[in-house]
Every structure is written in structure tokens, then in C-alpha cells.
């Protein structure tokens, strides 16, 4: 029988995101997975392939905004459940001082009960500056 993976799973993830918990945030990622992020040189951001080069990702985000957080986040899952949505608000310190205050999604692909995609896509806004 197969993993489901459920709104709550969704859910505890983005708590361990803002808990900075590399461990948990992970434990509902395929190896396989790909992560499509926010930004970069394609139109789709940047593609980061596997579970090890995800999770350094992560923790470079909370190396360099180290008071990141997804806050008022919120989570649903297809009917079939091989979807998943998570919509939430970005704010971090930027590393020049500036603020993000932006709200964005995760569009996720469910296989097994595992995320094997992520895709971040958020709303764009100038830097808040610095006090």
C-alpha cells in the first residue's frame, strides 16, 4: 500500500521550512525530486535536480536570509492527490539590509505519497528598504 501524502504533510513541512529544520522539511521528497525556483536564468527560474542538492539550497536561503519564513501559509491536495498546492507569504531580511514581503505558491507533483516537483513561483515587488 502507498504513502498518501495529505494537506497536513504540506503543512509540517512549511512549519520545518520556518523552523529552519532541514531534516523534516525533506522527509517528504522523493530523491528523485526537482525543485524549480523562484528565480534564474530560464523562464522556469533555475532546475535543481535530486533530494542532497534541494536540501543545500534550502539551507543557503536560511544562510543568507537568516530570518526567513513562509508565514500565513495554507495547503490543498488534488482530489487524486497527485497534486498539491501551498500559498504563502515570503518575508526575509535581505543580505544588503532591504526587505521581501511577497506572497507566492508551491505547485507540487505527488508520486507514491513523495513530492517529486516543486515549482515556487512568487509575486514580484521592489525590495522594502532598510530601516
Not at 504533510?9 to 529552519?20: I, P
Not at 522556469?44 to 536540501?55: M, S, T, V
Not at 519564513?69 to 518575508?91: C, L, P
Request: hydrophobic share 40%; charged share 25%.
Amino acid at each position: 500500500m502507498s504513502k498518501t501524502l495529505t494537506a497536513d504533510n504540506l503543512k509540517a513541512t512549511f512549519d520545518a521550512f520556518n523552523r529552519h529544520d532541514i531534516d523534516a522539511v525533506m522527509t517528504n521528497f522523493a530523491d528523485d525530486c526537482v525543485f524549480f525556483t523562484v528565480a534564474g536564468d530560464n523562464e522556469y527560474g533555475n532546475r535543481i535536480e535530486g533530494k542532497d542538492a534541494i536540501a543545500k539550497a534550502f539551507v543557503n536561503v536560511w544562510t543568507t536570509m537568516p530570518d526567513v519564513q513562509w508565514a500565513d501559509h495554507s495547503h490543498f491536495m488534488s482530489e487524486d492527490g497527485s497534486r498539491g498546492v501551498s500559498q504563502w507569504t515570503f518575508r526575509a531580511t535581505n543580505p544588503d539590509g532591504t526587505r521581501t514581503e511577497v506572497q507566492g505558491v508551491d505547485l507540487f507533483r505527488i508520486r507514491d505519497g513523495q513530492i517529486v516537483e516543486k515549482q515556487a513561483i512568487r509575486k514580484q515587488r521592489p525590495a522594502i528598504p532598510a530601516k
